[in-house]
């Protein structure tokens, strides 16, 4: 797995939701006992998953002084279960880690999908930006970029 690969895909998927270029996420890697602990205290769901978003924004009106607009906040990815889903799905793990950190970074952008016509938009825009980053990896394949 290379991490220059996933900063890769975060890049191309702030520039398609026309992100700031100082734009700023940061991404942790774990396992999932890891991931269970942060499920279970920040969202009280005492089960590992396999994505995580912590939001810089949500509920900031809550907060005094001034928010960094370009700090959009942080994603926990779990890699043993995105190593599960890989093999249950058939693809390559940076290809479901990829999705999973696209998945991620739409939650951050402010998608969500807690109700059916939120499900539909997010994932649709998530199969696009899955779409346009493998198109994006073939074309450097090709060029030898």
Same mark, same amino acid.
């Given at each position: ?42 969202? /009280?769901?005492? *089960?590992?998953?396999? !994505? ?6 949500? &509920?900031? %009106?809550?907060?005094?002084?001034? #928010? ?26 940076? /290809?479901?880690? *990829?999705?999973?950190? !696209? ?6 952008? &402010?998608? %969500?999908?807690?109700?059916?016509? #939120? ?27």
């Amino acid at each position: 797995m290379k991490i220059t690969r996933l900063r890769n895909s975060a890049l191309k998927v702030l520039q398609a939701e026309n992100c700031s270029d100082s734009a700023e996420v940061s991404v942790l890697l774990t396992d999932d006992e890891t991931i269970k602990i942060l499920n279970r205290e920040y969202r /009280d769901i005492d *089960d590992s998953t396999d !994505v995580l978003s912590f939001s810089q924004h949500e &509920g900031a %009106d809550e907060f005094c002084g001034v #928010q960094d607009e370009n700090l959009l906040g942080d994603i926990v990815i779990s890699v043993e279960t995105a190593k599960r889903q890989a093999k249950e799905r058939g693809v390559d793990l940076c /290809d479901e880690l *990829d999705m999973l950190l !696209v998945h991620g970074l739409l939650h951050l952008l &402010g998608y %969500d999908h807690d109700e059916q016509k #939120q499900e539909e938009l997010m994932f649709a825009r998530q199969t696009e930006l899955i779409r346009q980053i493998e198109l994006a990896d073939k074309k450097i394949l090709r060029t030898g970029d």
